[in-house]
């Protein structure tokens, strides 16, 4: 079953807008939450990570807001550029599973110039 | 940063032959690796999560006999898919972490396509 769910599925922003992809989870046992961004043909490259004791992590234009008692996290790409089309996941993981991640179904966003 | 090589990025085989993906480590030590599979415009798939030195967890539905897993030395993978079948074409990915938990790297991606 999915673990993580992102919405929505597909995002189309204007060159200088504002990406926004939410993400729930269910099992309170996560505690690593980070976001990768996949070009076709690429293997995910991971943007930015956070953990539960912070509400709020940023880097450069992508940050990341975390809602620890409404189980959600979500990115915000500021000033949206066409370069940052591409398919974004998030992804939980937890300690005693190994570290494996369980990534939501992506986003496929396309930023129109 | 830590990187992660994987070879090949593309393969072509026929259907009922082997083919082997390889998934290193280039500058830190990687005791687990963890193989994905990822069908157009689908999400990556946990397949296997692969331990050095021991036998590799297999995801509930993922055949064993199928793809196996060697995970030799602390910086090689390996995942070969036997007697592979046109259902078997995918993007497999390869990742590891150099911090014991977090900070997961990936591999570029092998596209495999059985004809």
């Known amino acids: 079953q999915q673990q993580v769910k992102q919405s929505p599925q597909s995002l189309i922003v204007q060159k200088g807008g504002i990406s926004i992809i939410n993400c729930a989870y269910e099992n309170t046992a996560f505690d690593y939450f980070p976001w990768y961004q996949q070009f076709p043909g690429k293997g995910p490259a991971l943007l930015i990570a956070?953990?539960?004791?912070?509400s709020e992590k940023k880097e450069g234009r992508f940050t990341i807001s975390f809602n620890k008692s409404a189980k959600q996290f979500s990115l915000h790409i500021m000033d949206s550029q066409p370069g940052d089309s591409a398919t974004y996941f998030c992804?939980?993981?937890?300690?005693?599973?190994?570290?494996?991640?369980?990534f939501g179904k992506g986003t496929s966003l396309l930023v129109t110039p | 940063g830590a990187v992660v090589s994987q070879h090949p990025s593309w393969v072509i085989c026929k259907s009922g032959t082997s083919v082997k993906i390889e998934c290193r480590s280039l500058d830190f030590q990687a005791t687990t690796m963890f193989w994905y599979r990822q069908f157009p415009k689908q999400s990556l798939m946990l397949m296997a999560t692969?331990?050095?030195?021991?036998?590799?967890?297999?995801e509930q539905g993922v055949e064993k006999d199928k793809f196996l897993i060697n995970h030799a030395s602390l910086t090689l993978s390996t995942l070969t898919v036997t007697s592979a079948h046109p259902e078997d074409s995918s993007f497999y990915i390869c990742s590891a972490s150099p911090e014991g938990g977090y900070g997961y790297t990936f591999g570029s991606g092998t596209r495999l396509t059985v004809v």
């Open positions: 992804a939980a993981s937890m300690i005693n599973s190994g570290y494996a991640l369980n």
């Open positions: 956070i953990r539960p004791d912070v």
């Open positions: 692969s331990n050095e030195g021991s036998k590799a967890t297999y």
